[in-house]
């Protein structure tokens, strides 16, 4: 089971309206939800052995997802995975963008081993 967590980007900058009418926020969350459930769930426990690897194959899924849309814009995806063990975990970033255009998107994935943090900034060329 996975249960999913969404919030507005960092720092309370809610993700803006950009060309075609779509956010990064439309963009991604249905990319990165699918992408994380399915190389996450299957991993019955937290091996640090295998962090890069999943590390690895939940940006480039990401991308790839996100490529195929065919937007003028550039994608930066950024993903932490922890082991969930009862701690907490705290993420933010700031960037310097265009807030007409530019965006981000947030997604937290929970399973029964790992917490997974995956942020996705889209910048307009």
């Not at 459930?37 to 091996?47: A, F, Q």
């Not at 950024?78 to 933010?92: D, E, F, K, Y």
């Not at 310097?96 to 929970?110: F, K, L, P, T």
């Amino acid at each position: 089971t996975v249960s999913v967590l969404y919030w507005p980007a960092p720092c309370d900058l809610a993700p803006v309206v950009m060309s075609e009418k779509y956010t990064v926020a439309d963009e991604a969350a249905d990319v990165v939800r699918e992408v994380c459930t399915r190389i996450l769930t299957p991993e019955p426990s937290y091996d640090h052995r295998r962090v890069p690897q999943l590390v690895d194959q939940v940006v480039d899924g990401v991308l790839s997802k996100l490529a195929q849309s065919k937007l003028p814009r550039k994608y930066i995806v950024q993903c932490t995975l922890v082991q969930r063990n009862g701690a907490g975990i705290h993420s933010i970033a700031a960037c310097s963008w265009n807030a007409d255009s530019d965006g981000c998107y947030q997604y937290q994935c929970e399973t029964k081993a790992i917490i997974g943090l995956v942020t996705v900034f889209g910048v307009t060329m």
